[in-house]
């Protein structure tokens, strides 16, 4: 059974920091890209960041850039997302997703996603 499960979200005041957590299990983590997308009440999920199976590249959304890092850790099939400098925009539920191809860049096409985690509430107040 694949299962993702993200944890860290919560309620932060804006400026503050969040890292969000994805535990992979049941999934071949070697080979995929992995990263995170989010949904905001009303909008479509929109992807944030993701990164290659090496984690040597991170691929960045623009309104997330120089303030969001991801990072991973394959031997522990663990995927981090560092959260600064956070806005009131950022409140979303964030999803971690596993990829289908090794590339971070992948990870910005949906229909390249294999695996979706139940995802994690983030609030950002102001």
């Known amino acids: 059974q694949v299962q993702l499960v993200e944890s860290g979200g919560g309620l932060v005041q804006a400026g503050g920091s969040l890292r969000l957590t994805c535990a992979a299990s049941?999934?071949?983590?070697?080979?995929?890209?992995m990263g995170w997308y989010r949904q905001a009440p009303g909008k479509d999920r929109e992807f944030v960041v993701g990164?290659?199976?090496?984690?040597?590249?991170?691929y960045i959304a623009d309104s997330v850039k120089s303030r969001f890092t991801i990072q991973r850790d394959n031997p522990k099939n663990t995927v981090f997302l560092q959260m600064n400098s956070l806005k009131p925009e950022d409140t979303a539920v964030y999803y971690c997703?596993?990829?289908?191809?090794?590339?971070?860049?992948?990870?910005?096409?949906?229909?390249?996603?294999?695996?979706w985690g139940q995802g994690t509430q983030v609030t950002v107040s102001s």
């Open positions: 997703a596993a990829g289908a191809l090794p590339s971070a860049q992948t990870m910005a096409v949906r229909t390249q996603i294999d695996y």
């Open positions: 049941g999934v071949t983590f070697g080979g995929r890209a």
């Open positions: 990164i290659s199976w090496s984690g040597g590249s991170t």
